[in-house]
């Protein structure tokens, strides 16, 4: 072990108990990892080298092999590399660490994690020369939290590199400019590409850290197009994904998402199929029943989407799915449906819910997509004229996300009012009677442009969106009138 440098030779900076039982805490709990991993830096939290080598080799556990620790498991995993095997086995392989699981008591985790942290700050303290003596041999030193470490030591606080609270040093902004301009034109500022032109134009793709919000009215189909869009990203892109839905359950979500790429071209597939002969298996012909097969195999070939029923869709519960599921498993992109506040719809629980789910974008680097309703009323109101007071009990939310669009089915007796042209502002034309369109309000976005509105055509019973311009008004045509309804579409 390395030689400790204190003015008290008695007092040490270390403790190897409290490191045995963080790690023994780690392995008993894993998911202690999501709270507490990303705060903790091996090299100068842990003083011990095995215990150092534990964690380290539990975080690598974690993240690339499993989430469940077993003997079994811990065992195959230590022994896949030559050098992590000969450490395992010199400390004594699992009955290692089995003995430090069997002395700890997680539930008092995080006591344990602030007396690891107190030693940290202490060591890195007394190697840039602070007096640390004078607080180890303070008599209430074990009382002593790590934020007394820091306070205490504030007036000459230099450099510290062990993390706390997850905080970070502020930087110089523009210092790096011209590097970061060169870094643009290598690699320009664009996310992943969404299945619509204009998305991916207008938004900058789907870019990490950012949150997207997609309203529309009940039941008009905002599910199913987010069951196509995570398709997309999974099955093309080629992503991880997370689903969490607190209205839908499982086998909703995937008939949505068989539905989509049984219709969309854009998989390879475009067999005109509708989800109520799919869940109901009533083909036309048999023929039909093996191209669905064909499209159920390629899903069960190609999906990398977790999915998760939110009984509990606390603020909670959805950071602690989202961090298991980055952290563990490598999700990139989450899917949040219905965005709504937790045991209750005002607006301060709904927007603190959206904060939640920005927050996690930027903390985890990772894009958040979440649906949201809109109100009754928006029924009657043009599509142009939507924003987000239409957004229901949350109008407040619209502060928080990156890119919201709004979007309403269009009544059939109001086609006469509107054209539309294509993406760069050609060919205007008249809407055809016989499909149906969604306008989509642009409302915000911080890729690119908005107040426009996109028009896009829809089938839901096909789960098929095809983007086919910019919506215009129509201005010598009349007023909009009230609809009771949606209903009286032609067939697509």
């Known amino acids: 072990m390395a030689d400790v440098k204190l003015e008290d030779k008695e007092k040490k900076s270390y403790d190897i108990s409290t490191e045995s039982i963080v790690i023994g805490s780690f392995f008993k709990n894993p998911d202690l990892y999501i709270e507490y991993g990303t705060l903790i830096r091996s090299k100068y939290d842990f003083f011990d080298e095995h215990m150092r080598f534990l964690f380290d080799s539990f975080e690598t556990f974690y993240k690339t092999f499993s989430q469940e620790v077993t003997d079994s498991k811990v065992n195959t995993f230590m022994l896949q590399q030559e050098d992590r095997k000969i450490k395992y086995k010199k400390i004594g392989g699992w009955k290692t660490i089995n003995r430090m699981m069997s002395l700890c008591d997680e539930n008092d985790f995080k006591n344990h994690f602030d007396r690891l942290k107190k030693y940290s700050l202490i060591r890195e303290f007394?190697?840039?020369?602070?007096?640390?003596?004078?607080?180890?041999n303070h008599p209430k030193f074990d009382k002593i939290?790590?934020?007394?470490?820091?306070?205490?030591?504030?007036?000459s606080v230099d450099k510290i590199h062990?993390?706390?609270?997850?905080?970070?040093?502020?930087?110089?902004?523009g210092s790096d400019m011209k590097s970061s301009v060169l870094n643009w034109r290598k690699s320009p500022a664009m996310g992943i590409e969404f299945p619509w032109e204009?998305?991916?134009?207008?938004?900058?793709?789907?870019?990490?850290?950012?949150?997207?919000?997609?309203?529309?009215?009940?039941?008009?189909?905002?599910?199913?197009?987010?069951?196509?869009?995570a398709a997309f990203i999974s099955l093309i892109l080629g992503k991880k994904i997370l689903i969490m839905a607190n209205e839908m359950d499982e086998e909703d979500i995937k008939a949505g998402m068989i539905t989509a790429v049984c219709n969309n071209p854009v998989f390879g597939f475009e067999y005109n199929i509708p989800e109520r002969n799919i869940v109901l298996g009533d083909y036309?012909?048999?023929?039909?029943a093996d191209k669905v097969l064909e499209v159920a195999e390629y899903i069960e070939n190609n999906t990398k989407i977790y999915f998760k029923e939110m009984s509990d869709y606390s603020d909670t519960s959805i950071e602690h799915e989202v961090k298991k599921h980055t952290l563990g498993l490598g999700v990139e992109y989450f899917f949040y449906d219905t965005l709504k506040g937790h045991k209750s719809d005002n607006w301060e629980t709904v927007k603190q819910t959206t904060t939640k789910l920005k927050d996690i974008c930027m903390a985890m680097n990772v894009g958040g997509y979440a649906t949201i309703q809109?109100?009754?009323?928006?029924?009657?109101?043009?599509?142009?004229?939507?924003?987000?007071?239409?957004?229901?009990?949350?109008?407040?939310?619209?502060?928080v996300v990156d890119c919201m669009v709004l979007e309403k089915r269009i009544h059939i007796d109001d086609y006469s009012r509107y054209t539309f042209v294509d993406s760069w502002g050609q060919g205007e034309r008249e809407l055809d009677r016989k499909k149906m369109y969604y306008g989509q309000k642009v409302d915000k976005n911080r890729g690119g442009g908005k107040g426009m509105v996109l028009l896009t055509e829809v089938d839901l019973d096909l789960n098929t969106w095809y983007e086919v311009g910019i919506l215009k008004k129509n201005m010598s045509s009349s007023k909009q009138k009230n609809r009771p309804n949606q209903n009286g579409y032609g067939k697509k």
């Open 284 to 288: 036309d012909s048999e023929e039909q």
């Open 126 to 136: 007394d190697k840039k020369g602070f007096p640390v003596g004078r607080i180890l």
């Open 162 to 173: 062990t993390i706390i609270g997850g905080g970070e040093d502020s930087v110089v902004l």
């Open 374 to 399: 809109l109100t009754d009323d928006s029924l009657f109101i043009d599509i142009f004229d939507f924003s987000s007071n239409n957004i229901a009990n949350a109008k407040q939310l619209k502060h």
């Open 198 to 229: 204009n998305w991916t134009n207008l938004f900058r793709g789907w870019r990490l850290k950012k949150l997207f919000v997609d309203g529309m009215l009940s039941n008009e189909g905002k599910s199913r197009r987010m069951t196509f869009l």
């Open 145 to 155: 939290t790590a934020e007394q470490v820091i306070q205490s030591m504030r007036a």
